[in-house]
């Protein structure tokens, strides 16, 4: 008597794919949007070129791409980079970024925030405090509302 | 620039009759009153406008015809006619299912453009045969709420901002009530729904779109701190400035050139378009208040030690005169080409004229 002998196989329907009035975003696949080249920045790393290495992260973000593997491989890059610099210079990294780049850069800092690691919050909460004195609360405001992440 | 306080409750919308004499405003709730007196003196409350049963979301006053149309969250749209120093209440067929948002009269007053959270516009005109008012729907391709409207000075063409990202320019030209329109730089073919402009990357909620006095650009606030420029005379392109600011959640053209808009940092900006790719920050619209640092007493310095564990002389407030995010402008004096004055409203429950020099 306690067990449910008819199927509750109906739970696990999703009705928001049958409903026609709901909202789909504009999706344009970019095929070229593959990330920044890993290689090159570790090895701009390694020559010591922190400021290249920073533009060569932040180069074509995968935010058009709905492959969760590229968005990944993108963010341990430029994860990497942020680690590797010294808080000393990081202000003046920030300064040399446009408006788009301190936004994208912002996307990226959230980003890393979701998923804390030993020493990755530290910095770049270093990197939060610079960034958002150059981008203000707007930048924050856009790495909310941007439909299409990082 | 002048504040008067309307109580706590925040101001929802706001507008103002003909002579400037009367302001009509909803405390958040589900009742339009109307103040009368003058700038700089006391408001006092004549009537009270209690039709609808949602709440109030949008006023707007045709100063030529001294008609109020409201809208509110209940679905409905009423009509407002003095008549012998009463309010009179006239039902509009909207046709709604869901809440109306925002609602503006056209510029010669002969309709109405109403947005709702039912992914349409309803543009409403009055037909004298059966002493009604009838709707027609905009409804492809809009998907989702209509936040705000703009009417284009020459009475056909209505802007919209909606919650889909978008910012649109149709065409609400009623071919029972007027002649056809002459081409305008967004277009010559103008059906009855036609879309002249959208524009998909807005980045965010389109909060408020306003045109400029000519009508040949289009400015707009969108949820993610940007303000956006769409000019006719440049093939439609569109300029997007990002700010540092919170997001702003209404604009209003000043001048051809120069445009204001405020929003939740509770103060208004003013930016200038100079033309395509020049949509530039001039300055804040505000005067810091002046902190007034008195020789404070030993008393004084006890007394605030004991009371808020501080010897400075605190200030809570904001350093702006609205203490809240400000929701709504509105012309107030001096015409479109070139806005003399100008009003806010906010969640403060405060109004504040602000002086615009050009």
Redesign the interface.
């Given at each position: 008597m306690a067990k449910n002998t008819l199927s509750s196989r109906f739970r696990k329907v999703d009705i928001d794919e049958f409903d026609e009035?709901q909202?789909v975003d504009?999706h344009d696949e970019a095929a070229d949007q593959q990330g920044p080249d890993a290689a090159e920045a570790d090895n701009l790393i390694r020559q010591g070129d922190m400021m290249a290495a920073l533009h060569v992260a932040l180069r074509n973000p995968p935010i058009n791409s709905k492959n969760p593997a590229i968005k990944e491989r993108a963010q341990t890059v430029v994860l990497r980079v942020l680690t590797s610099f010294r808080s000393s210079d990081i202000e003046s990294a920030v300064k040399s970024l446009d408006?788009n780049g301190v936004?994208l850069l912002m996307k990226y800092i959230y980003r890393g925030f979701e998923k804390p690691t030993d020493n990755s919050s530290a910095i770049l909460l270093q990197w939060h405090e610079k960034a958002f004195a150059v981008?203000?609360?707007?930048?924050i405001?856009?790495v909310m509302?941007?439909?299409k992440t990082v | 620039m002048s504040l008067y306080s309307f109580g706590l409750e925040p101001l929802s919308c706001h507008a103002w009759n003909k002579d400037r004499t009367q302001i009509a405003v909803s405390p958040n709730n589900n009742v339009v009153h109307i103040y009368q007196g003058s700038q700089g003196k006391e408001w006092i409350k004549i009537h009270e406008l209690t039709e609808h049963s949602g709440r109030i979301t949008g006023i707007d006053w045709a100063p030529e015809s001294n008609r109020i149309v409201t809208c509110a969250s209940d679905r409905n749209a009423y009509v407002w006619t003095l008549k012998d120093g009463v309010w009179k209440p006239t039902l509009v067929l909207v046709r709604i299912n869901r809440a109306a948002t925002c609602v503006k009269w056209s510029p010669l007053e002969n309709k109405f453009a109403l947005g709702s959270g039912a992914?349409l516009i309803s543009v409403c005109y009055f037909e004298k045969e059966n002493d009604w008012w009838l709707s027609k729907h905009i409804k492809k391709p809009i998907?989702?709420t209509v936040l705000s409207l703009d009417w284009h000075p020459n009475n056909m063409l209505l802007a919209a901002g909606s919650a889909?990202?978008h910012c649109r320019i149709f065409s609400a030209y009623i071919k029972d009530i007027e002649d056809r329109p002459g081409p305008t730089p967004w277009g010559s073919k103008m059906p009855f729904g036609e879309v002249l402009l959208e524009h998909?990357e807005c980045?965010?909620w389109v909060h408020s779109v306003s045109f400029s006095p000519s009508g040949d650009t289009l400015a707009w606030v969108s949820?993610?701190?940007?303000i956006g420029v769409a000019d006719a005379t440049q093939g439609k392109e569109v300029t997007q400035l990002?700010?540092?600011?919170?997001?702003l959640l209404s604009v209003l053209y000043v001048c051809e050139t120069e445009i204001v808009a405020a929003g939740h940092d509770c103060c208004p900006y003013q930016f200038s378009y100079k033309g395509l790719g020049c949509l530039e920050f001039v300055k804040k619209v505000d005067i810091p208040k002046q902190t007034s640092k008195g020789n404070m007493s030993a008393m004084q310095h006890f007394r605030n030690l004991d009371k808020k564990a501080t010897i400075e002389d605190e200030d809570t407030g904001l350093g702006c005169l609205h203490q809240n995010s400000i929701t709504q402008l509105c012309l107030l004096e001096g015409g479109k080409e070139k806005v003399e004055k100008f009003s806010s409203v906010g969640l403060d429950g405060a109004m504040v004229v602000w002086e615009f020099k050009h």
């Open positions: 009035n909202f504009d408006k936004d981008g203000g609360l707007g930048s405001v856009r509302t941007a439909r | 992914k998907n989702s889909d990202l998909k980045g965010g949820h993610n701190s940007a990002t700010t540092g600011h919170l997001p």
